[in-house]
């Protein structure tokens, strides 16, 4: 896999192999990094970089949790052929259960995420007085500012079901196929 290319102080051209997060420090605003510099011009510019690999990260973990789920199913179709030898078979049955638990659990926290936030944007936006106060307060230890412990908690449920139903499912397929009588 490779990375974007990136022309370097010498006028040569690199081409990167990189995670998103060296990526990200790539494009740092401080440009190209020698030995003993640092990547960032500021702290700031170093929380910046780690919020684009989470998100990144983050969006990475819906589509490939998607795609499991979706692989999971046609596993199963291909392989028992029918919803009545699924329904036979209780690891086949059990790992459909879960591939549509966790995609029905994905779409109840996503609205209810998006829910959180717009009440939190509500709030910033009906009391900016409450709304700097907080931002002063935020360097405290463990404050979400500025989300809420519940948006920050929904979205390690989220993460965390997106990332476990998905390969437990797949687990159990393979079980179905181990066990399955063949014919």
Known sequence: MSGPIQKCGTGRILQLVATPCQVAEADSPAGPVAPGHRFYKSPDDGIEAIRKGYSYWT???????????????????AVFGSVNAIRQNAWSEASIALVLAGLGLSVVCAWWLGELCRKQLRHALDDSV??????????????????THWIQNLGLVMRVAKTVLPLLAGVLFIVALILAPTV
């Not at 969006?59 to 179709?77: C, P, R």
């Not at 409450?130 to 989300?147: A, D, I, R």
């Open 130 to 147: 409450h709304w700097q106060s907080e931002f002063e307060v935020s360097t405290q230890v463990g404050n979400p500012w500025p989300f």
């Open 59 to 77: 969006e990475k973990l819906t589509d490939t949790s998607l795609q499991l789920s979706f692989a999971v199913i046609a596993a199963n179709w």
